[in-house]
């Protein structure tokens, strides 16, 4: 979502890109240990600006929403103006870049991105909100069931630019995860729903169980990314002017949540049980590893974080890439975070 204020499948994949690097003259490479500690379970590496307001075949490099790993162990990065690009993973230099468009040739609001274990395309939009299947070279293959009281009023009961921001496959590759970035009508604001899907023949999808994410007063979901043993690394952030962005990352299990597809009203009543979270790390607690803002933040590391993915997996140890939505806004910064979370 562009705050409006002022602003994986495949394990081949995975292990490919372990050895990301940060690059660039703005890139920070400090020395490892307890220094680079933003809590117990999680470490900061290295952050790179090298994409900040730069252009890549005429197109703008910026307002990414989400990250992947794709099957040659390149990064996908979306955008959420309807581009979608493929980064050296070393570099994060761009490679190539795919415009998407909604079958009437209009542009997505895209924030949410899988790659398939075929290669094409799971791509979210807020517009409707909508999730759709795209060839490499962006054409439209497919696109999924939404229930009716996740699509935009008056349709049914969630708010513009507050729907499907995160978007994951869970281990196996046979159930797809969306997050919803806040609250519809009748909900509590501080309660999420999380819709998923089911695989079916030709690679199609099926709705399936709903969950209910209990989020923390003021902020929303821009981003979650299943882990190997079946849980979510969930971002959660906000914008306050004058003081800045909080961008929180937590473990979440939805495991043994109650399905609430059914339920019309979240309220936290009783007999609903929310996926359970903990907190990994609040990044403003983050060294800051001489980085600089362009406007007012708690920490000048901080920006709209936004777009995550998990680069690398070894006994319960991510590595985990995120980059911040700079909106295409002079005071805001392209900035991609390399961590370390142990789960």
Known sequence: ???????????????????????????????????NACSPSVSIDRFSDALDKTTYDGTFV??????????????AALEDRSSLFGLDAKTLQPKSVVRLADEKGAALDSEGL??????TRLITSE??????????????LDRLPVPSSLLVAPAGRATSNQTFEGLTLLPGGHTLLASMENAISGDSTTIVRFQTWTRTKGDHFRLAAQYAYPLDSGLGVPEVQATPDGRLLVLERGFTSGVGNTVRLYLADPRHATDTSGIENLTGQDGVRLIRKT?????????????TAKQPQPNPLLDNIEGMAITGYSKGRLKVLLVSDDNQNAAQTTRFYYLRVRI
Do not use: H, K, Q
């Open 114 to 119: 899988v790659i398939d274990r075929d290669g």
């Open 279 to 291: 907190l990994l790390t609040d990044i403003v607690n983050c060294p800051s590893l001489g980085a």
């Open 127 to 140: 517009t409707e909100p909508s999730i759709r299947r795209y060839s490499v070279d962006g054409r439209i």
């Open 62 to 75: 910026g307002n990414f929403s989400a990250l992947a790993v794709d099957r040659d162990g390149s990064i």
């Open 1 to 35: 979502m562009r705050l409006r204020t002022v602003i994986a499948t495949a394990t081949a994949a995975l292990a490919a890109a372990t050895s990301l690097t940060a690059a660039g003259p703005a890139a920070a490479t400090p020395d490892s240990g307890a220094a």
